[in-house]
Structure formats: structure tokens, C-alpha cells
């Protein structure tokens, strides 16, 4: 064992022995990126509580046969989009975006002048994120946002490398463009609703 603690591998065989512990060590391993990822999905802090819940309970039952084709790490990335998915087509609704869903930042560092920059800016890719398609936006946050390699965003939505460049590449484009029109309309409505310039 390193210092680092059990390998993933190490913490399954000791789960498929009996070892309740060591779940719950996969638990905390885990449940950071698992919720990042609903929160980014789904858009509302709520859901992605539910979401991750979904995710562990799945896990309970799923791990004991997990084959090591992927790595444990890939298997909760497609299970984590997966459910996100599958509660958003439950709520039969899209993701909201509320400013609190940006998710945990740190609060010190930052001025709050650039935190509220930052905050606005977070809100503004997550307004856009949600209009995005549910495979745009899949693979936009297992890449951009969860740092996984083309090869690792395949493993975890099992679809071909050339799908998930082909998916990133129009996603951006149509992000940008959410984004560029997002900002136009915040103008164009603070613009409006400033102060009179009759004297």
C-alpha cells in the first residue's frame, strides 16, 4: 500500500470480500468529482444532491461485478452523466442556473470584486451549458470541465474518439456563440433599465 492510501483496485477486492469500509472509502474518493459532474449536467445544486445519491446506491449494488476493462475512475464518470441524464428526462424539464450552482470555490484569495466577476462569469457558462444538447454538454464537461483526456470522455460515454472531437469541436462553437448572445442580452437590459439621461 503507498502513502497515498489503497489503489482502487485494492479498495473493490476488499468491498467484493465483505469489507463495508472500504466502500465508503470509494465514497469519499469520489463523491467530489461525481457531484461536479451532476452539478454541471443538471445545473441546480438540488438535483445534483440527488443525482450523486442515485450514483452510490447504483454503486452498491453494480461494484461487485465490475470487470476492470475501465478504469474505476471512467466507470463513475458514464454513471454519473448517465443518471444525470436520466433525472433531467424524469423532471422532463431543463437545468436550471442558479447562481449558487457554480459550485464550491474557495473564500479566501480573490478580492470579492473578482469573486463576484468570477461568480457572474461561472453563472454565465452554466446558463449556457444548459442549452446545450445532453451530448454536447456531456462531452463539454468531462473534458473542459473534469480535465478527462479524448480517450478517457470515450471510455466514459463509450463512443468512438473521432465522435467525441467531432462533439467538443460543434459544442464549443455553439458554447461561444450561447455565451457571445447571453452577454448581448445582459447589456442590451442593463442598458435599458440605467438611468435617464433626460436632464
Given amino acids: 500500500?503507498?502513502?497515498?492510501?489503497?489503489?482502487?483496485?485494492?479498495?473493490?477486492?476488499?468491498?467484493?470480500?465483505g469489507d463495508a469500509r472500504a466502500f465508503d472509502l470509494?465514497?469519499?474518493?469520489?463523491?467530489?468529482?461525481?457531484?461536479a459532474i451532476a452539478l454541471r449536467m443538471c445545473g441546480d445544486p438540488d438535483d445534483a444532491r440527488d443525482v450523486s445519491q442515485t450514483v452510490f446506491i447504483n454503486a452498491l449494488?453494480?461494484?461487485?461485478?465490475?470487470?476492470e476493462e475501465a478504469q474505476l475512475s471512467?466507470?463513475?464518470?458514464?454513471?454519473?452523466?448517465?443518471?444525470?441524464?436520466?433525472?433531467?428526462?424524469k423532471q422532463k424539464r431543463q437545468p436550471t442556473d442558479p447562481l449558487d450552482s457554480v459550485g464550491d470555490r474557495p473564500s479566501e484569495g480573490p478580492s470579492p470584486e473578482d469573486r463576484a466577476v468570477s461568480a457572474v462569469r461561472?453563472?454565465?457558462?452554466?446558463?449556457?451549458?444548459?442549452?446545450?444538447?445532453?451530448?454536447?454538454?456531456?462531452?463539454l464537461v468531462l473534458h473542459?470541465?473534469?480535465d478527462l483526456d479524448y480517450a478517457g470522455v470515450a471510455h466514459a460515454l463509450d463512443i468512438p474518439v473521432g465522435t467525441v472531437k467531432s462533439r467538443i469541436h460543434r459544442a464549443r462553437l455553439e458554447l461561444a456563440k450561447l455565451l457571445g448572445h447571453l452577454r448581448e442580452t445582459s447589456e442590451g437590459t442593463e442598458r435599458s433599465s440605467g438611468p435617464s439621461n433626460k436632464r
Avoid: K
Wanted: hydrophobic letters at 40%; a positive charge; zero cysteines.
Fill in 122 to 139: 461561472a453563472a454565465e457558462v452554466q446558463a449556457a451549458l444548459r442549452r446545450l444538447s445532453d451530448e454536447h454538454r456531456a462531452v
Fill in 1 to 17: 500500500m503507498s502513502s497515498e492510501g489503497p489503489t482502487d483496485r485494492e479498495l473493490l477486492e476488499r468491498y467484493v470480500a
Fill in 74 to 89: 471512467t466507470w463513475f464518470h458514464r454513471v454519473a452523466v448517465n443518471a444525470s441524464l436520466d433525472h433531467l428526462r
Fill in 61 to 67: 449494488r453494480a461494484l461487485p461485478g465490475f470487470r
Fill in 26 to 35: 470509494i465514497v469519499d474518493r469520489y463523491e467530489r468529482r461525481v457531484y
Fill in 144 to 146: 473542459d470541465i473534469q
